[in-house]
């Protein structure tokens, strides 16, 4: 199927389903740049990514999402408009990988490419919450060009290692559970602080997200 091996089938289909969930538009484009520019040869479903429309719109989108991802408080409501976008999409995108010819895994992908976008997703939205309960705005920026980073990182070892991606693949799902866990628990130590001082009861503190506690060794995250 277009040069690549099932393995690099299956982890295409895992990268696009996951970077969705990060990255849609990022992912939309480099894929497509990747078709058009003759750098790979894209499986029969992901053709219409290159055409040239399409190119065009991805890439204006990734130019404002680029700034909007940056900017606290306003990522997070990029986020929330994208719960409905990013994980379809990263279903069908997944989907597409296999195509027609490949109806059983197509539905496969499809499945577990939305599952990994709303893993992404949901790792992503929760932390970048919970970042932006800092005035400072470094974390933020610092954290969006990481992800920025990641997408593309991920999807060029999909094609080139694909083994070696999907070893890394799987540890970072679990660090994405783990990332979610603690995002959520902060978040809604949070909410329950901010209802205690409206509501006149006394306020006992939030626990940080990320707390650094003392160690022998020195500093080390508390997890």
């Given at each position: 199927m277009n040069g690549f091996d099932m393995s690099q089938l299956i982890a295409l289909a895992a990268a696009l389903g996951w970077a969705s969930g990060v990255r849609l538009y990022l992912v939309v484009l480099l894929v497509g740049l990747a078709g058009y520019l003759g750098w790979v040869p894209l499986p029969g479903g992901l053709h219409v990514l290159a055409h040239p429309i399409?190119?065009?719109?991805?890439?204006?989108?990734?130019?404002?999402?680029?700034?909007?991802?940056?900017?606290?408080?306003?990522?997070?409501?990029?986020?929330?408009?994208?719960?409905?976008?990013?994980?379809?999409?990263?279903?069908?995108?997944?989907?597409?990988?296999?195509?027609?010819?490949?109806?059983?895994?197509?539905?496969?992908?499809?499945?577990?490419?939305?599952?990994?976008?709303?893993?992404?997703?949901?790792?992503?939205?929760?932390?970048?919450?919970?970042?932006?309960?800092?005035?400072?705005?470094?974390?933020?920026?610092?954290?969006?060009?990481?992800?920025?980073?990641?997408?593309?990182?991920?999807?060029?070892?999909?094609?080139?290692?694909?083994?070696?991606?999907?070893?890394?693949?799987?540890?970072?799902l679990v660090f994405s559970v783990w990332l979610i866990r603690k995002s959520w628990r902060f978040l809604r130590g949070l909410v329950s602080r901010l209802t205690r001082i409206f509501s006149g009861k006394p306020d006992p503190g939030v626990e940080p997200a990320f707390r650094l506690k003392k160690s022998s060794t020195g500093d080390t995250p508390n997890v």
């Open positions: 399409v190119l065009a719109v991805s890439g204006f989108l990734v130019f404002v999402e680029f700034f909007a991802d940056k900017i606290p408080g306003l990522d997070s409501l990029w986020d929330m408009v994208h719960t409905a976008i990013r994980i379809p999409a990263g279903a069908a995108l997944a989907a597409s990988v296999f195509g027609a010819d490949h109806a059983v895994m197509a539905v496969v992908a499809a499945l577990l490419g939305g599952g990994f976008a709303a893993t992404a997703h949901a790792a992503k939205a929760t932390t970048r919450a919970a970042i932006n309960t800092s005035p400072e705005p470094f974390s933020n920026i610092g954290t969006s060009l990481v992800e920025d980073a990641a997408v593309p990182t991920g999807l060029w070892l999909a094609v080139a290692h694909p083994l070696i991606f999907l070893v890394l693949f799987v540890l970072l």
